[in-house]
């Protein structure tokens, strides 16, 4: 029996970031599954390969803008959703960078 320890980092990427985030940004990683042993071969020169996986979520809290719109006329049985395109005219959000939010 071989026992050993492995210390590794781990470089998380970033599939969504905001670059016009205001103030600090908090980051949290959290581990969800400990890390578990899936398969382990011993290689011809005498090595071994261990395949080890893990699960971890990670969360960035940053400040940014968010435009809603509230209508006060609308009846609650009314199912008719009307939105408008015309936020040029809002200067507040010019520096938001549309192509950095997703589908």
Known sequence: MLKD???FVEVVPLS???PNLRGDVEVTARVTQEPNCVEAKIRPGGGIVVTVEREYTVEIVGETKLCVW???ICDDGEKDDVFTDDFEELDDFAD??????LD
């Open 5 to 7: 320890t492995a210390k």
């Open 16 to 18: 969504y970031y905001d």
């Open 70 to 72: 509230v209508c006060d």
């Open 96 to 101: 938001l960078d549309p192509d950095s939010f």
